[in-house]
């Protein structure tokens, strides 16, 4: 009997994924322990230990202090206003697009993109040239009473320009992957436009929009580049948390620039163990989803 009969009746030889050595495996688990280590643990470590250097006492006071209670507050209300705003767009955006066929969908979303790619330096600058006042509409506006640079609106306009794909980059492949046929039905069955999105595409994508958000808030509290380019960095008016960190820094206010890294690092950190909880949480109703 040939060999080729013999390979013909055999069972296939089922093979793992990767075939190296128990060694190597654990070889490149240390590398990545290793390169977490370096580039996030011990930066964090870093940051709460020169906070607390000269005491628990010293890191309060510091953060009681006027400047870093109006940054907090600051910081806080600029995420409060973007990120439902972001929200909005982000739906709007992924709906048009999962939803639609039409010339120049991949531009639109190049365009969506756009802000992964460009510097958020380079966004508060075309900010200031359109908003400034030495340009025809900032002038104007100022003009009225409603400055958009150096002021809030410039910087909920810059926070948003740098935080507006979050949303929208989580939702578009989730509402790819479900298609239209649930909307088709419903809107066939004589639901509305409205009524259609709020019963069968808004559950459908809830976990998604969740993710984007709270992804969308981080980034939202954390950036710097853009606001310090169009906030001026005024304190007690402009002056968002990253902001005043870079201030106090340069002034060798090391506890109280690091105090305040500490607060905006812990409030990333619970946005990534919410984002964390809902993956469980998500993952745990589609194993019963698919039991029943």
């Known amino acids: 009997m040939s060999d080729a009969t013999l390979n013909k009746g055999a069972q296939p030889r089922f093979r793992s994924a990767t075939e190296e050595s128990p060694a190597a495996r654990r070889i490149m688990i240390a590398i990545a322990f290793l390169g977490l280590a370096i580039l996030v643990f011990a930066p964090l470590i870093a940051v ?13 006071k510091s953060l009681a202090s006027p400047d870093a209670q109006d940054a907090i507050r600051l910081t806080l209300t600029i995420a409060a206003i973007s990120v439902p705003l972001n929200a909005a767009f982000g739906i709007a955006a992924a709906w048009f697009i999962t939803k639609f066929d039409f010339r120049g969908k991949a531009f639109l979303i190049t365009l969506i993109d756009l802000p992964f790619s460009v510097s958020p330096v380079v966004a508060g600058l075309c ?30 306009l810059a926070t948003m320009f740098v935080t507006f794909p979050f949303v929208a980059r989580e ?58 380019v169009v906030s001026g960095k005024i304190r007690g008016q402009t002056a968002t948390m990253p902001t005043t960190i870079e201030m106090l820094y340069q002034e060798y206010l090391s506890v109280a620039a690091f105090s305040l890294a500490a607060v905006l690092a812990l409030l990333a950190l619970v946005t990534l163990l919410l984002k964390t909880a809902l993956e469980i949480r998500h993952a745990d109703q589609l194993a019963a989803t698919h039991r029943h």
């Open 48 to 60: 709460f230990a020169e906070a607390f250097a000269d005491g628990v006492a010293a890191s309060v």
């Open 127 to 156: 900010i200031v040239l359109m908003f400034g006042a030495n340009s025809a509409l900032g002038g104007w506006l100022v003009a009225q009473g409603y400055p958009i640079v150096f002021a809030m609106p410039g910087i909920i």
């Open 171 to 228: 939702l578009i492949p989730v509402m790819i992957e479900q298609g239209r046929t649930e909307e088709e039905a419903a809107l066939t069955l004589g639901a509305s436009g409205w009524r259609t999105f709020w019963t069968v595409t808004l559950p459908n994508i809830r976990w998604a929009l969740l993710y984007g958000v709270l992804l969308c808030n981080a980034r939202a509290m954390g950036e710097f580049g853009a606001v310090a």
